[in-house]
T-cell receptor, first 115, second 114 residues
Framework: AQSVAQPEDQVNVAEGNPLTVKCTYSVSGNPYLFWYVQYPNRGLQFLLKYITGDNLVKGSYGFEAEFNKSQTSFHLKKPSALVSDSALYFCAVRDINSGNTPLVFGKGTRLSVIA | SAVISQKPSRDICQRGTSLTIQCQVDSQVTMMFWYRQQPGQSLTLIATANQGSEATYESGFVIDKFPISRPNLTFSTLTVSNMSPEDSSIYLC???????????FGEGSRLTVL
């Protein structure tokens, strides 16, 4: 079975500081990994994904994430946080052996960037 | 990317009634799913909408409560039947075109059951 853990319900960071939102995963095979952001009263917006290749992937709005197979992690990062980054962030996984299946989501981490 | 239109965007419903949510995609898609997001919670998969056949439901969700139709590759409906306050949630339509690709989401339908 696939699963995702986001150990932090809430992350607070000052504007201009680097931010990290943590994610670990569990799959039987190799993973496809995704990050989404949800602003208030909106649907989910795709930020970035890891499929294969370079462990550091870059996505929308200056976000990046690093795939670490030994630690089964896929933490989301940004060098300098903006107040407008405040939102709910979801990590998701799909096992590459599972075909066209839905994503399994973590519980979400609420990011608050303080001016 | 795919553009997804969900209707209604929100509704307030009475206990015991049913509501049908529509999901229209601007292009043909292979995969279509329905998720539920209860207040302050993560996304829980309700079912996979299969084109031309019965939907595949996840544990805890049944066809009598959440009937789903998918007549073609661009459209699906989810009905929430005999609603109770516990059904108050955001219902999200999600689509994808390949196993390596991301899923795209509609804006969601926010249901409040009184």
């Amino acid at each position: 079975a696939q699963s995702v853990a986001q150990p932090e319900d809430q992350v607070n960071v000052a504007e201009g500081n680097p931010l990290t939102v943590k994610c670990t995963y569990s799959v039987s095979g190799n993973p496809y990994l995704f990050w989404y952001v949800q602003y208030p009263n909106r649907g989910l917006q795709f930020l970035l994904k890891y499929i294969t290749g370079d462990n550091l992937v870059k996505g929308s709005y200056g976000f990046e994430a690093e795939f670490n197979k030994s630690q089964t992690s896929f933490h989301l990062k940004k060098p300098s946080a903006l107040v407008s980054d405040s939102a709910l962030y979801f990590c998701a996984v799909r096992d590459i052996n599972s075909g066209n299946t839905p994503l399994v989501f973590g519980k979400g981490t609420r990011l608050s960037v303080i001016a | 990317s795919a553009v997804i239109s969900q209707k209604p965007s929100r509704d307030i419903c009475q206990r015991g009634t049913s509501l049908t949510i529509q999901c229209q995609v601007d292009s043909q898609v292979t995969m279509m799913f329905w998720y539920r997001q209860q207040p302050g919670q993560s996304l829980t998969l309700i079912a996979t909408a299969n084109q031309g056949s019965e939907a595949t439901y996840e544990s805890g969700f049944v066809i009598d409560k959440f009937p789903i139709s998918r007549p073609n590759l661009t459209f699906s409906t989810l009905t929430v039947s005999n609603m109770s306050p516990e059904d108050s949630s955001i219902y999200l339509c999600s689509v994808g075109t390949s196993s390596t690709g991301e899923l795209f989401f509609g804006e969601g339908s926010r249901l409040t059951v009184l």
